[in-house]
């Protein structure tokens, strides 16, 4: 079983940055691809991005492209999201999830695809 805890959601304005966190324990870290998803009220949850395992392959939502950056460090078993510009359709919570990948560049959109969830962190963005 591996446990995913999510940290640094909040309140912010439109424009501003958040860094989000995913702090896993109970299995080999590097082992395992992480995705981000996020869901907002009334709506499904969806891909936000993802890294594989050694960090040398990422994507990306097209919502998110050049704003969101997904990176992670093995050696501290996080992974981090920073979101830069954010904008008020940016709400929602988000939650990371883990999968042990198959191959090297493993870095699955959905959600289906992941075996362990963290429970989530609210990040609102006011216009």
């Known amino acids: 079983q591996m446990q995913l805890v999510e940290s640094g959601g909040g309140l912010v304005q439109a424009g501003a940055s958040l860094r989000l966190s995913c702090v896993a324990s109970?299995?080999?870290?590097?082992?395992?691809?992480i995705g981000w998803f996020r869901q907002a009220p009334g709506k499904e949850r969806e891909f936000v991005a993802a890294?594989?395992?050694?960090?040398?392959?990422?994507d990306y939502a097209d919502s998110v492209k050049g704003r969101f950056t997904i990176s992670r460090d093995n050696g501290k078993n996080t992974v981090w999201l920073q979101m830069n510009s954010l904008k008020p359709e940016d709400t929602a919570v988000y939650s990371c999830?883990?999968?042990?990948?198959?191959?090297?560049?493993?870095?699955?959109?959905?959600?289906?695809?992941?075996?362990?969830w963290g429970q989530g962190t609210q990040v609102t963005v006011s216009s």
């Open positions: 999830a883990a999968v042990d990948g198959p191959y090297r560049d493993y870095t699955p959109r959905r959600s289906s695809d992941y075996r362990f």
């Open positions: 109970g299995r080999t870290f590097s082992s395992y691809s």
């Open positions: 890294i594989n395992w050694g960090g040398s392959s990422t």
